[in-house]
C-alpha cells in the first residue's frame, strides 16, 4: 500500500472545533468522494481509500454534496418503465 502526506497548519483542526484525527478522516474521506465524483474511481476503490465500507462510503456522499449515483435520462426511464406507461 502507497502512502501520500498532506502538510497542514496545526491550527485548522482547532479552529474547526475537532481533533487532528478527525480532521484528517474528513479530508481523506473528502479525497476519496471527489475522486469518485469525478469517475477517476469507483465506490468501492473510494470505500477503500477511505477506510469505510461501500455502504457507508455512499451514505457519506451526501454530507459533501456529492451524488451517490449518477444516472443518465435513458436510466432512469428504462428503471421506470414499467411503473409510468
Do not use: H
Not at 497548519?9 to 474521506?29: D, G, M, Q, T, W
Amino acid at each position: 500500500m502507497k502512502t501520500i502526506t498532506i502538510e497542514y497548519p496545526e491550527a485548522i483542526p482547532a479552529v474547526l472545533n475537532i481533533s487532528p484525527e478527525i480532521f484528517e478522516k474528513e479530508a481523506k474521506l473528502a479525497l476519496a468522494v471527489k475522486l469518485y465524483e469525478l469517475g477517476r474511481l469507483t465506490s468501492g476503490q473510494a470505500a477503500k481509500l477511505a477506510s469505510v465500507n461501500r455502504v457507508d462510503f455512499l451514505l457519506a456522499c451526501r454530507q459533501f454534496n456529492a451524488a451517490s449515483v449518477e444516472w443518465d435520462q435513458s436510466e432512469i426511464d428504462a428503471e421506470f418503465a414499467e411503473i409510468i406507461p
